[in-house]
């Protein structure tokens, strides 16, 4: 009586760099071959955030034109506690490979590195960890889109103007370079930042936050938003003031997407909106190229663009 024989071979070691070596197919029978499956967990620090919404959309889509993928979404609630959990737990369950958008560097390095000792390919997407141990980080780069902000306030401002300055998460690197990048953008101008607070990502944040900077001064020239929710709620804030100073500010925004930043722009809510790519389909095409055995790159930078009123409807101007 035959016995019908299986073997399955498992992703191998990533090898130096970000070599990884091509997995053997499942042999099913006598010369007879199907095509290998590959589980992938995708961590992501926070859902209530559109853009993050919108990155696991792009990931999953992507991932749909390729049968032999499954990816297992876990949300972390903007809670690093619970991502730390989630990266172990695809450590546990032996997924293929790991995309992990982190909250913050430092707590999600370990679990990083764990993933890593365990022979799991590890993409960093968006947000950086400490070190060098993982396999790829895809992400925009946050400092030249800082920079690129304030350059354009510097000249829509005439070079002087009072400024607020409306941060992401600071404990996280976006954050810190897109607030760094923006000091570059603005040196040696007369732009100066008179009120600055951590709104983390989260519009309502933003909103209270704006409302207290309108309360103590008068002269507001331009809002510098860390992403475009923030800057959204910094308009709000200042139309439900009712003295019209929404229509003296100018709010800037990063993130620019479709139905969030660039349709602000297109009403006349924000200025100007840079664009900061989810990086999912980046993702998703790079796992395919470990899979495969192919040597990815280090870091995957991708581009940016500026959307204004006079080009949001011909897709920007890349920057």
């Known amino acids: 009586m035959k016995r019908l024989a299986t073997a399955v071979a498992a992703l191998a070691i990533v090898l130096a760099g970000c070599q990884a070596k091509k997995p053997e197919p499942v042999v099913n029978g006598p010369g007879k071959e199907q095509a290998r499956k590959y589980v992938i967990g995708m961590s992501q620090c926070n859902r209530g955030e559109p853009w993050r919404v919108q990155m696991d959309t792009d990931i999953a889509e992507a991932a749909k034109a390729h049968q032999e993928l499954t990816v297992l979404f876990k949300d972390a609630q903007n809670k690093a506690e619970m991502q730390q959990s989630h990266v172990r737990e695809f450590i546990q369950q032996k997924v293929d490979l790991i ?41 925009a780069d946050n400092v030249k889109i800082g920079r690129e902000a304030g350059k ?31 000091m570059e953008g603005i040196a040696g101008s007369q732009i100066k930042i008179v009120f600055d607070a951590d709104c983390q990502w989260l519009e309502p944040y933003a909103q209270r936050e704006m409302k ?8 507001i ?30 709010f800037i925004g990063i993130d620019a997407l479709p139905h969030e930043g660039v349709r602000y722009v297109k009403d006349g809510l924000l200025t100007a909106t840079f664009q900061y790519p989810t990086g999912g389909r980046e993702a998703i095409a790079t796992a395919l190229k470990i899979f495969k055995g192919e040597t990815v790159e280090k870091t995957i930078t991708l581009g940016t663009r500026i959307f204004t009123k006079d080009d949001a409807e011909t897709g920007g101007k890349p920057l």
């Open 152 to 182: 354009y306030l510097v000249e829509q401002l005439g070079g002087k103007g009072d400024i607020v300055e409306l941060k992401g998460l600071m404990t996280s690197t976006p954050g810190q370079e897109r607030h760094n990048g923006f």
């Open 99 to 139: 995309i992990i958008s982190p909250k913050e560097a430092r707590p999600l390095t370990k679990p990083v590195e764990e993933a890593m000792d365990a022979n799991i390919p590890v993409i960093v997407l968006d947000r950086k960890v400490e070190g060098d141990k993982y396999t790829c980080f895809i992400g």
């Open 212 to 219: 207290s900077a309108l309360s103590r001064f008068p002269k």
């Open 221 to 250: 020239d331009a809002v510098y938003g860390h992403n475009d929710p923030s800057a959204h709620g910094a308009y709000l804030a200042a139309r439900q003031e009712g003295k019209g100073r929404e229509k003296t500010i100018k």
